[in-house]
């Protein structure tokens, strides 16, 4: 399948996608004389940082990387502009050629997102024209993080979703801020489409059980006016006329809805200007299915104890952002020292055991450090049998360095997971989470002494604070609520802080019900949890409910009133009549520009297998994300899933502590979601959002740079042209390294 992170540049089929845009931008100049400079901004330095390392900038005849808000020299090569679309940027590049100043040869234009129409006629007005190579938009606005994943890397958006707006006056600006946000992030859904040359289906979750949540809760100050009196008396949706249709729609603006309505806009939009997208694909594909949903369809995902190895090392280690652990690692000479280690699809141990139960990816890791040690090591013997073997046996292989370190890294992560394991009683919390989750034992029988088995270990200091509250949600959430003395007598075996009941208490923000009277009903959902029965391992039952969601649509069996399609459906449910229809080749986006505006896309990958496009909106789980990875096997589809971010149990325990107050001291917005409404247009919005302050002026002048750069340029020319340009920092000599670096080639 087309994967959207690959650590590894490669031309196989399995590139990614978003290296693959990045680097064809570059890639795409050459200049006369071979060599180029790459101008970024901040954010798309992270972004290309994030997928690519300076060795492969490099090795496309990049000789220079600077950044557009720093203090430049002129130079006497072309540049490749890699930026943000903000008015800031478009302003800073009519700079660098006006009044008299040329920064570079010509210039080669390359923006992250799409560029407004105003700021395109601006800049192809300004003095900068005449000097300008190229100009193409590249729609890769998104963090991917994984293979099939991929984020917007926004926490805080979960506190503009469902945090409560503070007063009944602050209804309207809190649901004007919250549309500026879904504008924004559905431009980003439509960037990853674009990105995979799919225009898909686009379904959404309709909550049956609760109104719509946060700022799109049904208001006063945001609901239309009520439709005259005697409207009513007529049966008929067509009969009411539009101030009532109007007057209800407020119930049902859900959050998915309006996303699903926002990116279907966008995507019509963007084909409209190119009547030929999606590009036809050999052998053709079917077309696939984008599905929006949010975390309140599954309310009982973030809390489960998972034991897989990437949801269980998230949840119980300390691993910043999903892929940064400092871990203790033993040198050659047997001292320890602290270590970083990044987990992403570079390490193979990782991508190899990280949707492993812990059981099985222990058991994984111990036959390949054998087999590596049988391979390399010449070592004869029994082999590693525990983790403490392994251990043992990492310190005498010195001259294996780079598998010592990740041997050590993943035994590290595995011991710690294993001893935390014992040390919390997970496996007596874990199976009465189970059992609040599924609503079945083990034997698939009603749980019937729950109570009893849960009190004593809310009563006891061995289990942790964050574990309580686990067990205490699950099992409100079980009972469909409890009466408010049930729920005060849990907090107090537990011995729960104010800011833990929060927390539970908060659940109501997610459409939750947590209290509940003698006389209440059962609230009747149509998404149930299904039981798993081919599961070997107890403490392991319980499945994601988006599972159920994508089995059931990929079966053509998802209820339509469930997840309605926000405009065209498919007409042919079977695979086969699918596979079918036919897609044009895709152009620019802008069509009529002039001759200088290069925007042809590359050619994206072509696969057979139809995908399914899934966006959690407000926060996916690894768990969910190893559903994604899961399904793509057993139903035979691309399966790819994002969010505004990830999140670990802990996180999101954080989070409910401060919803009420918006945010307020939370790790994402510790000042909490602006109480300020919306931009005046989206430009500005985006223009804030992404707006880097100047710099100051220097104090001193910069080194010297020789007004003829010939003899520099000429030096870089006469590389044998065998010899790739990476030999320059690559596999060159430390002379060379130290040569660059003194010519300023990093400005950074």
């Known amino acids: 399948m087309a994967s959207l992170i690959t650590a590894v540049r490669s031309t196989s089929a399995n590139i990614h996608i978003t290296i693959a845009e990045l680097l064809q931008a570059i890639r795409s100049v050459n200049p006369p004389g071979r060599w180029k400079i790459l101008v970024v901004d901040e954010h798309s330095q992270k972004l ?43 302003n800073r590049i009519i700079k660098d050629f006006s009044d008299g100043r040329q920064q570079y040869l010509g210039a080669h234009l390359f923006f992250v997102d799409g560029l407004s129409e105003a700021l395109f006629e601006h800049l192809t007005t300004s003095s900068a024209e005449p000097h300008l190579k190229g100009l193409q938009d590249l729609f890769v606005n998104f963090w991917a993080t994984e293979a099939q994943t991929f984020s917007l890397q926004s926490p ?18 809190a649901r004007s801020k919250l549309e500026e946000e879904l504008r924004f992030v559905s431009k980003t859904i439509a960037n990853v489409c674009i990105t995979l040359n799919e225009f898909p289906y686009v379904r ?83 077309r696939g299915t984008l599905i929006i949903t949010d975390r309140s369809m599954d309310t009982v995902a973030p809390f489960i104890h998972e034991f897989t190895y990437q949801t269980m090392c998230n949840d119980l280690l300390q691993i910043d952002d999903g892929t940064k652990y400092m871990y203790k690692f033993q040198s050659s000479v047997g001292s320890y020292e602290d270590k970083i280690a990044t987990l992403s699809d570079a ?47 990492l310190a005498n292989l010195p001259q294996y360095q780079e598998q010592r370190e990740k041997f050590s890294l993943h035994l590290n992560m595995a011991q710690d997971c294993m001893n935390l394991f014992e040390k919390h009683k997970l496996p007596l919390v874990a199976n009465v989470e189970q059992c609040c989750a599924t609503g079945l034992t083990a034997e698939g029988k009603t ?52 800011a833990d009941q929060d927390a539970v208490n908060s659940l109501v923000h997610l459409g939750v019900r ?113 559903e994604a990875y899961s399904l793509s096997t057993s139903l035979n589809k691309d399966i790819y899933i994002g969010s505004t971010h990830a999140i670990t149990p802990r996180n999101f325990i954080d989070d409910l502590k401060v919803i ?38 220097p104090q001193r002048p910069a080194l010297p740079v020789p007004k003829d750069s010939k003899p520099f340029a000429s030096k870089l020319v006469k590389t044998p042209s065998t010899t790739s340009s990476a030999s320059l920092v690559g596999s060159g000599t430390v002379e060379k390294e130290e040569k660059k670096k003194k010519k300023g080639l990093f400005r950074f």
């Open 204 to 286: 959404y979750y309709m909550p049956t059980h609760h109104t719509p949540l946060g700022p799109l809760k049904p208001n006063d100050q945001t609901r239309a006016p009520p439709p005259p009196e005697g409207s009513g008396r007529w049966r008929t949706n067509l009969a009411r006329g539009d101030a009532a249709r109007a007057y209800e729609v407020a119930d049902t603006d859900f959050v998915t809805k309006l996303l699903a309505l926002m990116v279907q806009q966008n995507l019509d939009e963007y084909k409209r200007i190119n009547p030929e997208f999606p590009k036809a694909s050999d052998p053709p594909r079917p």
């Open 48 to 90: 290309l940082g994030s997928v690519l390392k300076q060795f492969d900038i490099l090795e496309e005849n990049v000789t220079l990387i600077e950044s557009i808000s720093s203090h430049r020299e002129p130079q006497q090569f072309e540049a490749v502009y890699l930026l943000m679309p903000t008015t800031q940027n478009v």
């Open 660 to 697: 009420e107050i918006a945010g307020v001291g939370s790790r994402a917005v510790p000042n909490g979601v602006s109480l300020a409404g919306a931009h005046h247009s989206y430009q500005e919005y985006y223009d804030e959002k992404y707006f880097i302050p100047d710099p100051p002026t």
């Open 156 to 173: 805080g958006l979960f506190f503009n979703i469902y945090s409560p707006p503070r007063n009944e006056a602050a209804f309207k600006s």
């Open 447 to 498: 749980p019937k002494t729950l109570v009893e088995e849960m009190v004593p270990l809310l009563d006891s200091q061995e289990v942790i604070n964050a574990n309580k509250v686990r067990m205490v949600a699950l099992y409100i959430q079980h009972r469909d609520g409890v009466p408010d003395e049930d729920r005060r007598r849990l907090y107090q075996h537990a011995r729960l802080s104010m």
């Open 514 to 626: 947590i209290s509940r009277g003698p006389s209440d009903k059962d609230t009747k959902k149509k998404l149930k949890q299904k039981t798993c029965s081919d599961d070997e391992y107890e403490l392991s039952r319980y499945r994601p409910l988006l599972r159920t969601v994508i089995e059931e649509h990929s079966a053509n069996k998802l209820d339509s009133t469930l997840f309605p399609y926000v405009k065209d459906s498919p007409t042919v449910l079977s695979p086969a009549a699918s596979l079918k229809q036919t897609t044009p080749q895709t152009t620019s986006l802008r069509s009529a520009k002039p001759s200088w505006h290069k925007a042809v896309r590359p050619n994206v990958l072509a696969e057979s297998k139809q995908r399914v496009i899934v966006f959690v909106v407000g926060g996916m789980t690894y768990s969910e994300i190893r």
């Open 347 to 393: 390490d193979s141990v990782w991508t190899t055991v990280r949707h492993m139960h812990m059981r099985e990816a222990i058991d994984k890791l111990m036959a390949d450090f054998n087999k590596f040690m049988e391979e390399n090591a010449g070592f004869k013997g029994e082999g590693a049998a525990s983790l403490n073997d392994m251990k043992d046996m």
